[in-house]
């Protein structure tokens, strides 16, 4: 079974101070994470992505998420917050035994205090 | 390179009526995900299609159904709405599906009275 577990439904950090959103995941094979962000009425758009290469992974915008097998976690973090991060973020688990079949979190929404 | 392209990005519909909604995937990828994003439910998969063929499904019941065409774009069609049907409509491609990263559109939000 594939589940994932955002930890904080909601966090607050203000301008400039660094951002931890936290992921659990649960899989029964070797997974693959992501990260997205939604801004309102918009898609998703994918932040970064773990697939058994290097267990720190480097996305856009400065976020980077470090993949702990040990710990099963994939939290995500920004040295610095920008107002521009203030979102909805997803954590995702799927793997190749489970098809095409993405398992959401159920988000984390940033708010970013200037 | 274009992103994905979902229409009609709204839809307002009463209850009985049915709903095509339409998901352009980016040149090249094969694969078609749909899924509904409401505020009580959070992200739920709908269905995956791949060569015009459904390769996934999930928890939804029959009046949801979907379908692609040569050209991998995909329809999604609701029947017999009701009103717990509204919600935003996101369809996501990929190359190929497995483990490939998912690319999102904006959605469709539907809105039944």
């Known amino acids: 079974a594939q589940s994932v577990t955002q930890l904080d439904s909601h966090v607050s950090v203000s301008e400039g101070t660094p951002v931890l959103l936290r992921c659990n995941y649960s899989?029964?094979?070797?997974?693959?994470l992501f990260w997205y962000v939604q801004h309102p009425n918009k898609g998703l758009q994918l932040l970064l992505k773990y697939t058994s290469a290097a267990t720190l992974v480097k996305g856009i915008n400065g976020f980077e998420a470090e993949f702990k097998k040990s710990e099963t976690s994939f939290h995500l973090t920004k040295p610095s917050a920008h107002m521009s991060d203030a979102a909805e973020y997803f954590c995702?688990?799927?793997?190749?035994?489970?098809?095409?079949?993405?398992?959401f979190g159920t988000g984390t929404s940033l708010t970013v205090i200037p | 390179k274009a992103g994905v392209t979902q229409t009609p990005r709204y839809l307002i519909k009463t209850r009985g009526q049915q709903v095509t909604l339409s998901c352009s995937p980016i040149s090249g990828h094969r694969s078609v995900s749909w899924y509904q994003q409401t505020p009580g439910q959070g992200l739920q998969f709908l269905f995956e299609?791949?060569?015009?063929?459904?390769?996934n499904k999930g928890n939804f019941p029959g009046r949801f159904s979907g379908r692609q065409f040569s050209n991998s774009r995909s329809e999604m069609n609701v029947s017999t709405l009701e009103l717990g049907d509204s919600a935003l409509y996101l369809c996501?491609?990929?190359?190929?599906?497995?483990?490939?990263?998912?690319?999102f559109g904006d959605g469709t939000r539907l809105s039944i009275l």
């Open positions: 996501a491609s990929s190359l190929a599906g497995g483990v490939q990263p998912q690319h």
């Open positions: 995702v688990v799927t793997s190749g035994n489970t098809g095409n079949q993405f398992y």
């Open positions: 299609y791949f060569s015009e063929t459904q390769r």
């Open positions: 899989s029964s094979y070797s997974p693959s």
